[in-house]
């Protein structure tokens, strides 16, 4: 495939990192690890730094310690991986809604919303036990509530992606790629 003027150039180095945000289900770990991997940079999800931290699983830390303190711990988290080498981070699907994160995202790095509807989400996430806000009566419905509540965050993203049922995680990595490939300034020698 050669390089068109929409796709960075082939391993054109990143300058900053790529933190990508969105709901629980919209595809953040999966398609960040083959954007990483596309970019040749590598992928880090905040999640998972935050359970080595602590030894304990998202779950298990907001059941013990709440959200108020797992987020201190996120926000943490994200200003340690915003201060290293260029990469592609995941975060928490409520990493994004903290006023002090946007602003850290978009002073050090470059924020990527992708985007999902809720039918799309539901199916990848109605069957996980791993999502410690869907432990409700009615899951459905609380994420609707969620996606309703969070959309007008996401929307503050610099860049946004959307995603579709039928592209595969490839795919829709070569989208994100693509999108990103027209901020100025974001690939290329510094």
């Known amino acids: ?3 068109s003027p929409q796709t960075p150039p082939a391993r054109a180095p990143l ?3 790529i933190v990508l945000v ?3 289900g919209s ?3 999966a398609v960040g690890t083959a954007l990483a991997r596309l970019l040749g940079v590598p992928f880090l999800d905040s999640d998972e730094e935050i359970v080595k931290a602590a030894q304990m ?3 298990e830390i907001f059941a013990r310690d709440g959200e108020p303190f797992f987020r201190a711990r996120e926000s ?3 200003e340690r991986l915003l201060s290293g080498p260029p990469a592609v981070v995941s ?3 409520g990493a994004f809604l903290s006023a002090h994160n946007r602003e850290m995202i978009g002073r050090m790095g470059v924020s990527v919303w992708l985007q999902a509807d ?3 989400l539901w199916n990848r996430v109605r069957h996980k036990t791993t999502r410690p806000l869907l432990r409700t009566d009615n899951p459905y419905e609380t994420l609707k509530g969620l996606l309703a509540a969070r959309e007008p965050v996401y929307a503050l993203a610099q860049v946004a992606v959307g995603a579709e049922p039928g592209l595969s995680i490839e795919e829709m990595a070569r989208k994100v790629a693509q999108a990103l490939a027209e901020q100025p300034g974001l690939f290329g020698e510094g």
């Open 1 to 3: 495939m050669t390089d």
């Open 15 to 17: 300058r900053k990192t």
């Open 22 to 24: 969105g709901m629980m």
């Open 27 to 29: 595809g953040k770990t």
């Open 57 to 59: 699983s998202v779950a």
């Open 76 to 78: 943490e988290v994200l």
């Open 91 to 93: 975060t928490g699907g």
């Open 118 to 120: 809720l039918e799309l």
